[in-house]
């Protein structure tokens, strides 16, 4: 249970393109869902929350013209890097918190490897 | 500002060796501590602790947390190559939000 399917799993772009990247909950239902940031060899760093049916919360120094998050379901969350730059380039991987506390509290999609050359 | 920190940054091992990685925290709103396991791609569960003094084993592997002290430890015994990884910290707020360290990169040697 607890499954968290993430699209593309990698992406290469032109530099000025948007890129769209997915986030879905396979069997469960997730009001809330994070998108986070890694670069190579550092950890992950919360740049959004994604709320269902409201607009996402963004951490500070994050740009919410930039990195646009879209939760129209209960299972759904889309980030769009826009007119992508190569300081972009960078892994993304959402998560998502099932309801209550216990073993399946926050599940991890596979990770998206986004490359602006 | 609230931190999580985790030491040693990396560690490199012999196969069969027991290690410790540490996690201290400074963090609002706690309402648990997570440790992960990354490999190429996304983190991987491994334990939700949120009660101090009580170990929390899976295999090899065991955690516990000190909530006094403001910290956590993750054991691995009999390590073997397929442990090699980045083991994440993490502390989970009570407004769902999570805060990692940066990790521990763990390589086991042959």
């Known amino acids: 249970g607890a499954v968290v399917s993430q699209h593309p799993s990698r992406v290469i772009c032109k530099s000025g393109t948007s890129v769209k990247i997915e986030c879905r909950s396979l069997d469960f239902q997730a009001t809330t869902m994070f998108w986070y940031r890694q670069f190579p060899k550092q950890s992950l760093m919360l740049m959004a929350t994604s709320n269902e049916g409201s607009k996402a919360t963004y951490e500070q120094g994050v740009e919410k013209d930039k990195f646009l998050i879209n939760h129209a379901s209960l299972t759904l969350s889309t980030l769009t890097v826009t007119s992508a730059h190569p300081e972009d380039s960078s892994f993304y991987i959402c998560?998502?918190?099932?309801?209550?506390?216990?073993?399946?509290?926050?599940?991890f999609g596979s990770g998206t490897r986004l490359t602006v050359v | 500002e609230d931190k999580v920190v985790q030491s040693p940054l990396s560690l490199v091992v012999h196969e069969g060796d027991t290690v410790t990685l540490n996690c201290s925290y400074e963090?609002?709103?706690?309402?648990?501590l997570l440790w992960y396991k990354q490999e190429k791609k996304a983190p991987t569960f491994l334990f939700m602790l949120?009660?101090?003094?009580i170990e929390k084993k899976s295999g090899r592997l065991s955690s516990i947390l000190d909530k006094k002290e403001l910290f956590s430890i993750l054991n691995i015994t009999a390590t073997q190559t397929g442990d090699s990884a980045v083991y994440l910290c993490a502390v989970d707020r009570r407004d769902d939000k999570i805060i990692f360290g940066k990790g521990t990169r763990l390589h086991i040697l042959p």
């Open positions: 998560s998502a918190k099932r309801g209550g506390i216990g073993r399946y509290g926050y599940t």
């Open positions: 963090v609002t709103n706690f309402r648990s």
């Open positions: 949120t009660s101090s003094g």
